[in-house]
T-cell receptor, first 115, second 113 residues
Framework: QKEVEQDPGPLSVPEGAIVSLNCTYS??????FMWYRQYSRKGPELLMY????GNKEDGRFTAQVDKSSKYISLFIRDSQPSDSATYLC???????????????FGQGTILTVHP | NAGVTQTPKFQVLKTGQSMTLQCAQD?????MSWYRQDPGMGLRLIHY???????DQGEVPNGYNVSRSTTEDFPLRLLSAAPSQTSVYFC????????????FGPGTRLLVL
């Protein structure tokens, strides 16, 4: 079983829809939770990160972390065609020991927002 | 700032050849890492470094070497290329040692025949 599971989709939604992307994980040591956006043939771009549980909002994007359920989500409001990309969740434990900067990624969800 | 840069963008190798993938960052980040991205596998950590002179293995280190002589540069060496190393390689750097603000380069596409 993978440490981080992410539904690869693909997910297709109309412009203006609310998009929900999710990841589950099994390692209780994870403390940092990141969402990356990756356009075709480009490097991953950090959207936002959250430390421990809770919500974080940045414009049309909201990240939620529920550590009790080992479940994280990214919501995109008023989705736009320019949001069409692959969305990757990533997680890491606290720095120190053998955990320095090691990100564990989900497989990525391919999202298409059509006009 | 250029951020994280990688060269070359694309490379074709024959089995058994060696090569070095270059990575540089101008953000004075201590932490740097190399990932490979394969279809259905996501990104997997190859090697990482927490500062000049300090490197360690990630999840899939076999067949790769790294060194870190300066804060800015973190090259990845393929010792004897194999078709299984056909992949897209990303270099990343981070301000935080937990990797929470990790920034990625544009990638190098490698094809091993």
């Amino acid at each position: 079983q993978k440490e981080v599971e992410q539904d690869p989709g693909p997910l297709s939604v109309p412009e203006g829809a609310i998009v929900s992307l999710n990841c589950t994980y099994s390692n209780s040591a994870f403390q940092y939770f990141m969402w990356y956006r990756q356009y075709s043939r480009k490097g991953p771009e950090l959207l936002m990160y959250t430390y421990s549980s809770g919500n974080k909002e940045d414009g049309r994007f909201t990240a939620q972390v529920d550590k009790s359920s080992k479940y994280i989500s990214l919501f995109i409001r008023d989705s736009q065609p320019s949001d069409s990309a692959t969305y990757l969740c990533a997680m890491s434990a606290n720095a120190g020991g053998t955990s320095y900067g090691k990100l564990t990624f989900g497989q990525g969800t391919i999202l298409t927002v059509h006009p | 700032n250029a951020g994280v840069t990688q060269t070359p963008k694309f490379q074709v190798l024959k089995t058994g050849q060696s090569m070095t993938l270059q990575c540089a960052q101008d953000m004075n980040h201590e932490y740097m890492s190399w990932y490979r991205q394969d279809p259905g596998m996501g990104l997997r950590l190859i090697h990482y470094s927490v500062g000049a002179g300090i490197t360690d293995q990630g999840e899939v280190p076999n067949g790769y070497n790294v060194s870190r002589s300066t804060t800015e540069d973190f090259p990845l060496r393929l010792l004897s290329a194999a078709p299984s190393q056909t992949s897209v390689y990303f270099c990343a750097s981070s301000q935080g040692l937990a990797g929470e603000t990790q920034y990625f380069g544009p990638g190098t596409r490698l094809l091993v025949l």
